[in-house]
């Protein structure tokens, strides 16, 4: 299991499990924090699911590809360490990432 | 009862008669607005709420086991003292008694009620088509069934091109079928999509090796004990191991008309999803409601319609007054190509093309006395994105100007 921590807007901190495989949204849905809504379930249709990653772990995040960058675009209050947490895979090298959830997913 | 009791409906009993999309958004929308009353669903299907998309698409290649497609873990419901009940048919519903009875005939009582009933597949009178290999697709059940035939070098027929054709068309050839998709109209799509988008899609799917054969009617379905072939409309037979047929979906309103309530192409229910009935609703696939962006009643098959009405359907099952009008938008996935739909373009009366097909990229805007009323967005995500606003706004954008790609999306109002 992975460890990912999930920052709210206000502060409220969530640590939870997350099994390799799963994307960092469905890892946040599964364990019940609010703040992503998943409108399209990861299709990466809506760009509800949006994250900040946090900057230490951008690197290994990696960068999103041409898709969604463009619906990035139209995320609410989009900042440099934006993402759609549906695309990004949960694997090893991820534990003990950390994201922030923006204040409202539009 | 307390004050705190009854602006928290503690003593009140919800009974949600579904347990899909629409019904698994209202348990989380019910329970996060504070419902803390009895809660129940009551589903046909043995599982937990799950996602119908990925269906057709990654669960049917294989690529996404059964745990992802849950809407929310299935340990969800007694953690939040949801009583999920699974397997169970619905057989009445009673609004004078507020009653709804159960198979067998158990009547539970309600304060609430809440259809989210969805729809099921069209079935088409085929001779043949109860014949082992023959599938409809709507469920894990029927996944299941035809993932088990799909092996590399069997020969799929599919019946019918629209989504669910097209995209089981690119996941059986994901995992090496052979596959041929007859389609009774001129071309795919035709109910959702203006030809040059068609066109494409019959492009893409030549290009990756599927035959499509428009204007072919199915006849009949033949095998000893099994499927073997499909006899199509102009006498061709062809040689089958599995066939799956999606030519679209029914309401599921039976229950709500037996009822004495209004349906009319769908339960018929207001904007804020309340029927006739103060005491019930109705959200998602079964539902006939109004929609002022596009000034008519819609009956809507879409997710997104699904887990709006059914948040709209919660905050009115708590007393509130919401209103939903959103711009409808669905999606589809087959290979590497995004097609995302934003409005409905039924009644258009000019196509105006962005980008080109050629390089899978492109969008069609659908104009009607010159206002944008859907954009089709193949791998345009811009296109899509910006026309959800421009729509819902009642744009009037020159041609010329939706065409010219030197001018951003982001501009272009």
Redesign the interface.
């Known amino acids: 299991m992975v460890k990912i921590t999930y920052i709210e807007f206000d502060g409220t901190r969530h640590d939870v499990d997350v099994e390799p495989g799963?994307s960092v949204m469905?890892g946040a849905?599964?364990n019940?924090i609010?703040g992503i809504d998943a409108?399209?379930?990861g299709?990466?249709?809506?760009?509800t699911c949006h994250v900040y990653v946090d900057p230490d772990w951008r690197k290994k995040t990696g960068a999103p590809s041409e898709?969604e960058v463009?619906?990035l675009?139209?995320a609410e209050d989009l900042q440099e360490t934006s993402r759609l947490s549906c695309q990004i895979e949960v694997d090893d090298s991820l534990d003990g990432l950390i994201v922030r959830l923006p204040e409202s997913q539009g | 009862m307390t004050g705190e009791e009854s602006q928290s409906g503690a003593q009140e009993t919800y009974v949600v008669i579904g347990a899909g999309h629409a019904a698994g958004q209202a348990a989380v929308s019910l329970r996060?607005k504070g419902f803390t009353g009895r809660l129940r669903l009551i589903g046909e299907e043995s599982y937990a709420p799950y996602?119908r998309?990925?269906l057709s698409k990654a669960f049917l290649s294989g690529d996404l086991g059964l745990e992802?497609l849950y809407f929310?873990?299935p340990d969800?419901y007694a953690k939040n003292n949801i009583d999920l009940k699974l397997n169970t048919t619905v057989t009445r519903l009673d609004c004078a008694a507020k009653t709804v009875t159960l198979k067998g005939g158990r009547e539970i009582a309600y304060d609430k009620a809440l259809l989210t009933t969805g729809s099921r597949v069209r079935k088409i009178p085929l001779p043949g088509a109860d014949l082992p290999g023959v599938f409809y697709l709507r469920t894990i059940a029927d996944v299941e069934g035809i993932r088990a035939l799909c092996r590399k070098g069997a020969k799929i027929v599919i019946v019918g091109g629209g989504y669910i054709g097209l995209e089981v068309a690119a996941s059986s050839k994901k995992l090496g079928l052979e596959v041929t998709v007859l389609e009774a109209e001129s071309r795919v799509m035709a109910r959702a999509v203006g030809k040059p988008v068609s066109d494409f899609f019959e492009k893409l799917h030549a290009e990756e090796g599927v035959t499509i054969r428009t204007g072919q009617a199915v006849t009949a379905l033949e095998g000893a004990g099994k499927l073997e072939r499909v006899i199509c409309g102009d006498g061709t037979t062809l040689d089958a191991d599995l066939a799956v047929i999606g030519v679209g979906i029914v309401p599921n309103q039976e229950i709500a008309q037996e009822a004495g309530l209004a349906v009319d192409n769908g339960i018929v229910v207001d904007a804020a999803c309340r029927t006739a009935d103060p005491c019930v609703f109705a959200a998602g696939d079964c539902t006939n409601h109004p929609n002022n962006i596009f000034g008519r009643r819609l009956r809507l098959e879409s997710?997104?319609n699904a887990?709006e009405q059914a948040k709209t359907a919660a905050a009115a099952m708590r007393g509130a007054a919401p209103e939903y009008n959103q711009v409808p938008?669905f999606?589809s996935?087959q290979y590497n190509v995004?097609l995302?739909i934003a409005g409905l373009s039924q009644g258009y009366d000019e196509i105006v093309l962005r980008g080109d097909p050629a390089q899978r990229k492109f969008a069609a805007f659908y104009l009607k006395d010159g206002m944008l009323i859907a954009t089709d967005a193949i791998?345009a995500?811009?296109e899509y994105?910006?026309s959800r606003k421009l729509i819902a706004a009642h744009a009037r954008i020159a041609p010329e100007r939706l065409a010219d790609l030197s001018v951003p999306m982001?501009e272009m109002a």
């Open positions: 799963l469905e849905v599964k019940l609010p409108d399209c379930g299709a990466c249709a809506c760009a898709m463009s619906m675009d139209f | 996060s996602q998309p990925p992802r929310k873990p969800y997710v997104h887990l938008w999606w996935d995004k995302q791998n995500v811009p994105m910006t982001k």
